[in-house]
């Protein structure tokens, strides 16, 4: 009997796959003016590392230790610096002290230096003008502040003389719990305002002189083209000139350390009058040797310093500028 199996077709022939060849795709080369730009900036890199770098991520494990500097040694503790800090009157009664300071200096310093870069942009350009008024900036703090100590003295002080002259009683100033502050702000606010208003001075330059003119042709005084001209287009580096020199006024220490521990004060006083975070910091550090602690009170700066900044920056809309 015949076979009745079905038959099966023959196998069809695959055919082999065909290989897609990519297209070489260039490796990315810097350009030799790149290069160089990595060379010259490598040098300065490497410093950010070993001194800026390491030593924050060192201070920021060492606030959690309690490190004596004299003994050299110590311990992991945790979060009880903090909890140290957050109970200290002195600490507290120092960050007053600094920001009654940092309202003073800023303030002042900033409406005075914007006045006189206003002035330099509208009556002249002098550069002997420039040069005048960046030279107390010049002037090193140490220098600056034995300079004003001496001048400020009760008995021998330049500046009693003359009130004395005309009748006004001889004034404590660095010695007066009252007046210390107002002092100290008042001496780098000579010394820093030049400096500031030429900074302002800069960011006027970059307004066109033809909307001033426009304005006084549709009969705008000085003060409203300042209001209406000045003011908004000066925003972006007004921000950039508050923010710098209000963190620098946080960092205060060295006009304090001088003026108040000269002729055998104690820096800081007269009682405490004077001690600004920097000075307890340093007081904690090399005075006391308790660095943990004096790691954490710098580490609660540093977020100070970042939470004022990122919130002027904000409330002065740096980023935005209306010349654009």
Do not use: C
Not at 40 to 54: A, E, K, M, T, V
Not at 111 to 140: C, F, N, Q, Y
Not at 180 to 208: C, E, H, K, Q
Request: glycine share 8%; charged share 10%.
């Amino acid at each position: 009997m015949a076979s009745t199996a079905p038959i099966r077709p023959a196998a069809e022939a695959v055919p082999a796959p065909v290989r897609v060849r990519r297209p070489r795709v260039p490796r990315a080369r810097l350009r030799p003016d790149t290069r160089w730009a990595i060379v010259f900036l490598l040098p300065s890199f490497i410093g950010f590392l070993i001194f800026f770098f390491y030593p924050t991520l060192r201070g920021l494990y060492l606030s959690f230790t309690n490190f004596d500097l004299l003994r050299n040694s110590g311990h992991w503790i945790g979060l009880r610096n903090y909890q140290e800090m957050f109970s200290d009157a002195l600490f507290w009664n120092a960050l007053k002290v600094t920001v009654k300071y940092v309202i003073i200096n800023i303030g002042i310093q900033t409406v005075l230096a914007l006045g006189i870069a206003v002035l330099m942009h509208r009556l002249t350009k002098s550069v002997i003008v420039r040069g005048i008024l960046v030279l107390p900036w010049l002037i090193p703090n140490v220098v600056l502040a034995l300079l004003w100590m001496w001048m400020l003295d009760p008995n021998l002080g330049i500046i009693n003389h003359y009130l004395n002259l005309v009748g006004i009683p001889s004034q404590g100033f660095l010695g007066s719990p009252g007046q210390v502050i107002p002092t100290i702000a008042g001496i780098n606010i000579w010394r820093n305002m030049g400096y500031t208003a030429l900074l302002l001075f800069a960011g006027l330059m970059t307004i066109p002189a033809g909307l001033y003119e426009a304005a006084a042709i549709d009969g705008a005084g000085e003060w409203r083209m300042f209001r209406t001209i000045t003011l908004p287009l000066l925003r972006p580096v007004l921000a950039l000139v508050l923010v710098v020199t209000v963190i620098g006024s946080f960092q205060v220490f060295d006009t304090v350390n001088v003026a108040t521990g000269g002729l055998g004060g104690q820096p800081g006083g007269p009682a405490n009058a004077s001690r600004v975070l920097y000075e307890y910091i340093f007081q904690q550090a090399f005075q006391f040797y308790n660095l943990g602690y004096a790691a954490a009170l710098s580490v609660a700066l540093i977020v100070l310093l970042s939470v004022v900044a990122l919130i002027q920056l904000r409330l002065l809309r740096a980023s935005e500028s209306d010349l654009a």
